[in-house]
């Protein structure tokens, strides 16, 4: 069954302001009605601290209307945030996007 994910592809660094953008996005989905949201890394290429309390942010707002954050696409530094700070265990996290959507549809 193929559920009705939304994709959001920040780029570049994401610290606070790329942040507060990425919420922003997220509030405005969630207020449509949105509840499966897919945030694609592949294009970011540094994230901070204040990336990372965005995307927690993201997360609780999604998962305050019974809905469903994933990620993917991380880069090694993204990564290595995300081990550090014991985050591998609190998002659903898939290599690529190509894989995400092999785990919505398997064969």
């Known amino acids: 069954m ?5 994709v959001i592809e920040p780029s570049g660094i ?6 507060s ?3 922003t996005q997220v509030d405005e989905l969630v207020s449509t009605g949105v509840k499966e ?13 204040s990336g ?7 997360l609780k707002a999604i998962q305050s209307v019974g ?12 990564r290595l945030l995300f081990e550090l700070t014991n985050m591998m265990q609190v ?3 898939f290599a690529d996007r190509e894989t995400f959507e092999q785990s ?3 064969v």
């Open 52 to 58: 990372l309390a965005g995307l927690v942010i993201a």
């Open 14 to 19: 994401l610290n606070v302001t790329q942040a």
């Open 2 to 6: 193929l559920l009705n994910f939304k």
């Open 37 to 49: 949201i897919l945030i694609d890394l592949k294009d970011v290429s540094f994230m901070d601290s």
């Open 91 to 93: 998002f659903d996290i």
């Open 104 to 106: 919505l549809n398997p």
């Open 21 to 23: 953008e990425l919420r």
């Open 67 to 78: 809905g469903q954050l994933c990620i993917c696409s991380l880069n090694d530094q993204v």
